[in-house]
T-cell receptor
Framework: DADVTQTPRNRITKTGKRIMLECSQT?????MYWYRQDPGLGLRLIYY???????NKGEISDGYSVSRQAQAKFSLSLESAIPNQTALYFC????????????FGPGTRLTVL | AQTVTQSQPEMSVQEAETVTLSCTYD???????LFWYKQPPSRQMILVIR??????QNATENRFSVNFQKAAKSFSLKISDSQLGDAAMYFC???????????FGGGTRLMVKP
């Protein structure tokens, strides 16, 4: 079974629609992250959370919001999707073991028409 | 703020040969960590190798090794005996405790020719 799962894997939506991407993990990690990947830009951090009550903005948080429903669940919402939010979205987790390795989900391909 | 630069958008290598992917970074922190991630066509992000900045010895994982030049802020990845399964996007990334962020380079697409 995958340690970090994301739903949906692929989504096509229209401009102005609200959409939620969900992430769940069974690794028992406290830290969770949302990134977006664009060609040539690598992955950029949108939001991160160190526990249920700790939410922090990343490099590119405008147009996005998040919810940490439980230690194992971290959702990303686009309140009103726009075409330049078309990208590959990754959820990741890490613990505080000192290695700082992040474990990634399989990604969600989002297309906004 | 950290920046990570990968100056080679694409590289190609002959199967069984050796290839080196370049990465430079910029950070004002003294405590940081460097990573190479592989992203095959399945798009899964897979950790290839990790280097702690305080360690002088270059990290090695089987056919993968790094050349870590701290003063030059350079962190290149060497892949020996390249295999067809090594074809992928490779991302260099840096993490520091102060920023709590993993900063990625733009990636290098590696093609392996049979």
């Amino acid at each position: 079974d995958a340690d970090v799962t994301q739903t949906p894997r692929n989504r096509i939506t229209k401009t102005g629609k609200r959409i939620m991407l969900e992430c769940s993990q069974t690794k028992g990690h406290d830290r969770m992250y949302w990134y977006r990947q664009d060609p040539g830009l690598g992955l950029r951090l949108i939001y991160y959370s160190f526990d249920v009550k700790d939410i922090n903005k990343g490099e590119i948080s405008d147009g996005y919001s998040v919810s940490r429903q439980a230690q194992a669940k971290f959702s990303l919402s686009l309140e009103s999707a726009i075409p330049n939010q078309t990208a590959l979205y990754f959820c990741a987790t890490s613990d505080f073991s000192g290695t700082y390795e992040q474990f990634f989900g399989p990604g969600t391909r989002l297309t906004v028409l | 703020a950290q920046t990570v630069t990968q100056s080679q958008p694409e590289m190609s290598v002959q199967e069984a040969e050796t290839v080196t992917l370049s990465c430079t970074y910029d950070t004002s922190e003294s405590d940081y960590y460097l990573f190479w991630y592989k992203q095959p066509p399945s798009r899964q992000m897979i950790l290839v190798i990790r280097q702690e900045a305080y360690k002088q010895q270059n990290a090695t994982e089987n056919r993968f090794s790094v050349n870590f030049q701290k003063a030059a802020k350079s962190f290149s990845l060497k892949i020996s005996d390249s295999q067809l399964g090594d074809a992928a996007m490779y991302f260099c990334a840096s993490f520091n405790n102060a920023g709590n962020m993993l900063t990625f380079g733009g990636g290098t697409r590696l093609m392996v020719k049979p």
